[in-house]
């Protein structure tokens, strides 16, 4: 049997991994496909990528800690813990930097939704950011499952 570590890392890496499929490619375009009100759509959604990014933020903590406990400094010339880091910055960036950045266009454009506001530009080209590096943290997702042998 597995030792507990090494399936709470696992469980970790798949925890991670499919809720950012699942929030990002699922949940969020149901939710924009279902409901009519867009701006609760998005506020829903927000919610949701704040949450997961809580859940990246502990599973790759757990994943790293693990990795340097089990390996030493060898886990540093494993592939699995480059990606956890990159992950791990990525999901920084994105609830740290871009989020924010985000929240406050749609604060400047109250009452009015943000895409029918002076800072709907702003705002797409913040948006198309964040849906890049969403999409990079969820490739990179896959690789880590691919990788996840210890």
Same mark, same amino acid.
């Given at each position: /049997?597995?030792?507990?570590p090494d399936?709470?890392s696992? $469980?970790?890496?798949?925890?991670?991994?499919?809720?950012?499929w699942?929030?990002?490619? +699922? @949940?969020?375009?149901?939710l924009f496909?279902s409901?009519t !009100?867009?701006?609760? @759509?998005?506020?829903? @959604?927000g919610? +949701? &990528?704040?949450h997961?990014? $809580?859940v990246?933020?502990?599973?790759?903590?757990?994943? +790293?800690m693990?990795?340097?406990?089990? &390996?030493?400094?060898?886990?540093?010339k494993?592939?699995?813990?480059?990606?956890?880091?990159? /992950?791990?910055?990525?999901?920084?960036?994105?609830?740290?930097?871009?989020?924010?950045?985000?929240?406050?266009l749609k !604060?400047?454009a109250?009452?009015? !939704?943000? /895409?029918?506001?002076?800072?709907? !530009?702003?705002?797409a080209?913040?948006?198309?950011i964040?849906?890049?590096?969403?999409?990079?943290?969820?490739? +990179?997702?896959? @690789?880590?499952?691919?990788?996840?042998?210890?």
């Amino acid at each position: /049997m597995k030792r507990l570590p090494d399936l709470l890392s696992a $469980w970790a890496v798949s925890l991670w991994v499919g809720g950012l499929w699942a929030v990002g490619y +699922l @949940a969020a375009p149901t939710l924009f496909y279902s409901l009519t !009100d867009r701006m609760l @759509a998005g506020m829903l @959604a927000g919610k +949701l &990528f704040g949450h997961i990014a $809580w859940v990246g933020l502990v599973c790759g903590g757990w994943l +790293l800690m693990h990795r340097l406990s089990r &390996f030493g400094v060898l886990a540093l010339k494993q592939g699995f813990f480059w990606i956890v880091v990159l /992950m791990l910055l990525l999901t920084v960036a994105q609830h740290f930097g871009i989020q924010p950045i985000l929240q406050q266009l749609k !604060d400047q454009a109250m009452p009015k !939704d943000v /895409m029918e506001s002076l800072f709907r !530009d702003r705002f797409a080209t913040w948006h198309g950011i964040s849906s890049v590096v969403y999409l990079i943290e969820s490739l +990179l997702g896959l @690789a880590l499952v691919s990788k996840q042998r210890l």
